[in-house]
Each structure stands twice: as C-alpha cells, then as structure tokens.
T-cell receptor, first 113, second 113 residues
C-alpha cells in the first residue's frame, strides 16, 4: 500500500451508465491529481486540486466530472462514456509547494462497453 | 508547455548488466526531475529524483544524471536483477505552486535471468 487508495480496482460500465471512482489519502498531502494512462501514450493529466480548489482542467470532456470534498478525498464522476475512455485511471497526491514527487494509487482499470 | 521525450521504449538486458534510460525536456523552467517505476497491476512509484541544482544523485544501484545545458537527464541501473523488470517513467516539473508534472512515454525494461 502506498498510502493512496483507489476504489474500485476494476470497473466495467456501459456507455449509458453513471459511475464514480474514489481516491483517498491520509498522507497529509493537500494536492490531488487524476491521470489517465492509456497504452503507448504518456500519462495524461486530467485534473488537479490544490487545497481543495480545482486549479487545472486539461481540456477534459464534460463526461468526466471531478469532485474534491476535502483534502483527503477525490472523486471522478463518469457518465455517458465512450469506448475510447477505457484506460487505467490513476490518482496521485503530493505536497503542493515542494517537489517531493507524487504518491500514486494502484489505479482503476476502466472498461467501457 | 513542457515536452518530455524518453528512449528507448523497450530495453532488454541480461541479469547483472547495466541499463540506461535517457530523457530530454524542452522547458528550461523545469527544475525537478523524478523517475517512477511501474510494476504490473500497480501505480507508478517514485524511485529517485534530482533537482536542477545537482548534476548527479545515487541511491544504491540506481543513479540519475542531469545536464541542464543540454536539457538531458538519464537513469542508470547497475547490476540489474529480475525484480528490476518494470516500466520506468521519467518526468519534468516546475516547482512553482502545485506540481505540474509532464511524463515521458515510458521504457519497458526486461531483465533476463
């Protein structure tokens, strides 16, 4: 365990479903991130929350909706996804003002059918 | 924005040999360079990092070098072992505010026993 916990580990959903991914950390970090990992592509930054405020939204389609209710929890709400959204979704956390690297969770493997 | 190039994309070495992975970055403002190792079914894990005021850093069998003038940095693994087999990612970041990290595409390292 890295200290960043993601649930569920695997998710299969239809294109008309609504689901949510959850991320939780108790490392005292106050920046949290969602990344998308697809085969043969660099990790793609989706969203950044620093001190519970969204500070980055990298042109992510509106079918992905993040939520950060407090500094320990991060959600990614999914609705009307496309098959090309199938990927590994990684959550990470860090100190926002010092470069000590990210701590990643193990990810949620999402398959859209 | 920042662009990080990483090569090779795959690397096979005999157990006990050395492995070298090279990266270049484009943004001269980047000042923090972490390396991550991702094993199957897990999220990336920080293994070593280097800051722009340092040219080399070593931690047991792994070392990183940084050439700021040429915007190159490299990961060196000596005396490779089968458990070193994984995907390795280089990254570049700017320490201003929250961390905005740009990742390379990854190198799949296979250590052959």
């Amino acid at each position: 365990e890295t200290g960043v916990t993601q649930t569920p580990r695997h998710l299969v959903m239809g294109m008309t479903n609504k689901k949510s991914l959850k991320c939780e950390q108790h490392l005292g970090h106050n920046a949290m991130y969602w990344y998308k990992q697809s085969a043969k592509k660099p990790l793609e930054l989706m969203f950044v929350y620093s001190l519970e405020e969204r500070v980055e939204n990298n042109s992510v389609p509106s079918r992905f909706s993040p939520e950060c209710p407090n500094s320990s929890h991060l959600f990614l709400h999914l609705h009307t996804l496309q098959p090309e959204d199938s990927a590994l979704y990684l959550c990470a956390s860090s100190h926002p003002t010092a470069n000590y690297g990210y701590t990643f969770g193990s990810g949620t493997r999402l398959t859209v059918v | 924005g920042e662009n990080v190039e990483q090569h090779p994309s795959t690397l096979s070495v005999q157990e006990g040999d050395s492995a070298v992975i090279k990266c270049t970055y484009s943004d001269s403002a980047s000042n923090y360079f972490p390396w991550y190792k991702q094993e199957l079914g897990k999220g990336p894990q920080l293994i070593i990092d280097i800051r722009s005021n340092v040219g080399e850093k070593k931690d047991q069998r792994i070392a990183v070098t940084l050439n700021k003038t040429a915007k190159h940095f490299s990961l060196h693994i000596t005396e490779t072992q089968p458990e070193d087999s994984a995907v390795y990612f280089c990254a570049a970041a700017n320490s201003g505010g929250y961390q905005k990290v740009t990742f390379g595409i990854g190198t799949k390292l296979q250590v052959i026993p």
